[in-house]
């Protein structure tokens, strides 16, 4: 049983930024491409990853893992603010795996071309409550780290997209 509590301050526990940069010269850093993958996504992440490890080696769970990392970036966002842990580059066709494996299909593909066509980013987010993963499209190619949560609460604005229930 997870037992969630919603902050009143943060709904949304801010977990990457892809912002569009178009080609850089970089080569994407996701997978071991056979060829060269012109990297075109700055993705910046807003979780860490370093004691997990750690945590690991020590016997602990999955699931009690993903709780203590989970609580843990929640504890960072509420009181740091959110820091970026890692920075890498993406190719087209990893971004989009990423995006779509976070927030489904038709979420990724609409705030994916958005990105594309305004130089913009997007945010991977995941509602506190709930768990559920969303993607916020349209936000600034040139958004700051502390501009994010003020962002993540102009709900009338916002181009929050949950991702889609199957059935
Ligand atoms: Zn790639």
Same mark, same amino acid.
């Given at each position: 049983?997870?037992?969630?509590?919603? /902050?009143?301050?943060?709904?949304?526990?801010?977990?990457?930024?892809?912002?569009? %940069?178009?080609?850089?010269?970089?080569?994407?850093?996701?997978?071991?491409? %056979?060829?060269?993958?012109?990297?075109?996504? =700055?993705?910046?992440?807003?979780?860490?990853?370093?004691?997990?490890?750690?945590?690991?080696?020590?016997?602990?769970?999955?699931?009690?893992?993903?709780?203590?990392?989970?609580?843990?970036?929640?504890? =960072?966002?509420?009181?740091?603010?959110?820091?970026?842990?890692? %920075? *890498?580059?993406? +190719?087209?066709? +990893? &971004? +989009?795996?990423?995006?779509?494996?976070?927030?489904?299909?038709?979420?990724?593909?609409?705030?994916? /071309?958005? &990105?594309? *066509?305004? /130089?913009?980013?997007?945010? *991977?987010? /995941?509602?506190?409550?709930?768990? @559920? &993963?969303?993607?916020?499209?349209?936000?600034?190619?040139?958004?700051?780290?502390?501009?994010? #949560?003020? #962002? #993540?609460?102009? @709900?009338?604005?916002?181009?929050?997209?949950?991702?889609?229930? #199957? +059935?």
């Amino acid at each position: 049983m997870s037992k969630r509590e919603r /902050s009143p301050e943060n709904p949304f526990l801010v977990q990457m930024l892809f912002r569009y %940069t178009g080609g850089t010269g970089n080569s994407c850093q996701a997978f071991p491409h %056979t060829e060269f993958a012109p990297a075109v996504w =700055e993705v910046y992440l807003y979780q860490t990853a370093e004691q997990a490890l750690d945590v690991v080696q020590q016997g602990v769970e999955q699931e009690q893992l993903h709780q203590m990392m989970w609580d843990e970036a929640c504890r =960072e966002q509420d009181t740091l603010g959110i820091r970026v842990h890692h %920075t *890498m580059y993406l +190719c087209e066709e +990893c &971004a +989009c795996q990423a995006i779509t494996n976070h927030a489904g299909e038709v979420a990724a593909s609409l705030t994916i /071309s958005t &990105a594309q *066509m305004t /130089s913009g980013a997007l945010l *991977m987010v /995941s509602d506190r409550l709930t768990e @559920k &993963a969303a993607v916020v499209g349209n936000v600034p190619g040139n958004i700051q780290e502390k501009d994010v #949560l003020p #962002l #993540l609460k102009e @709900k009338d604005t916002l181009d929050l997209r949950f991702k889609e229930e #199957l +059935c």
